[in-house]
């Protein structure tokens, strides 16, 4: 287990970005969900950890993971992957409910 804050955050963000890529990846609707929900779940608690953080410490993760997982979630809900050179759309097929759900991140 992982002290509550910052730290933890970042182990958080970097999983979902790896669950965002591998959803995006998945040719099986039902299996694409499953890893999907585990990525949202894991962007939500990151930006939780990244709240309990002690306020004179980490100041600059504490406004930057938030931020991140937003981003990150906004692509899985699009359906895309980032790589270092480009992004890719895994998915072809995007809900209007998902569209609105990734324009709704940055509130």
Partial sequence: MVAPGCNAAWLLLNHAFFLTEIAAGQDDDEDRQLIALRAEKAYQDAMDQAGN????????????????????????????????????????????DDIRKAKNVRA
Wanted: overall charge positive.
């Fill in 53 to 96: 953080e002690h306020p004179k410490q980490m100041l600059y993760s504490q406004s930057r993971l938030p931020q991140f997982a937003k981003i990150g979630l906004a692509l899985l809900y699009l359906g895309c992957r980032v790589s270092v050179d480009n992004s890719w759309l895994g998915i072809t097929d995007i809900s209007l």
